[in-house]
């Protein structure tokens, strides 16, 4: 390898030439300016750094309090993921979905909260079976049609159906 090295030419692409003088690209000026470039840091002080642990607690103590029913808990948990701050409650979260997923009884969940339930189970990794949507089907295999009317739950299962993998027809159908 020290030999290839030591027969490379001296006057090899890699030295430049002092007068060669490189084109300068053409950008457009930015519409922005430097709107960015002056604008000041962002101090954050005290105060507002103590506020901001202090809500951050009471989020927390709210993933983790027990509600009246699992609808409002799956609701509060993607509200706050939509929110955007779940990162900071992720091992609440956790929980509170494994508690979910091992306790919860389905049997009187309407659509929605069925839904809700499969498709924030599947976002976290757990295995959650596409059979929990057969008792939303009639004799002859389609969706009932009082289920239109439910307009939350149907937008809900849509966006559930993304979560299928290969062979849920039921997910398939739904999306379609």
């Known amino acids: 390898m020290a030999s290839q090295v030591s027969q490379l030419p001296s006057s090899s692409p890699l030295t430049s030439n002092k007068d060669e003088m490189r084109p300068k690209a053409d950008f457009q000026p930015s519409i922005w300016g430097d709107l960015f470039l002056t604008c000041p840091k962002k101090d954050i002080n005290a105060e507002t750094e103590q506020r901001h642990q202090q ?3 009471e989020v927390r ?3 983790v309090a027990p509600m009246n029913n699992s609808t409002q808990k799956l ?7 939509r929110l955007g701050v779940s990162y900071h409650f992720t091992k609440e ?13 389905d049997a ?10 499969f498709r924030l189970l599947r976002e976290h ?4 079976s596409c059979d929990v949507f057969t008792k939303f089907k ?4 389609n969706f009932k049609s009082s289920m239109t009317s439910d307009v939350p739950g ?5 966006e559930a159906s993304y979560l299928r993998v290969h062979g849920e027809d039921i997910l398939d159908e739904a999306i379609s």
């Open 154 to 158: 149907l937008l809900e299962l849509y």
């Open 93 to 105: 979260i956790e929980d509170e979905l494994e508690n979910i997923y091992h306790n919860n009884n």
């Open 75 to 81: 609701n509060f948990i993607d509200s706050v993921q």
């Open 61 to 63: 103590k709210m993933v």
């Open 55 to 57: 809500l951050k607690e």
């Open 125 to 128: 990794g757990f295995n959650v």
């Open 108 to 117: 009187e969940n309407d659509i929605y909260t069925t839904s809700l339930r």
């Open 138 to 141: 009639d004799e002859q295999g």
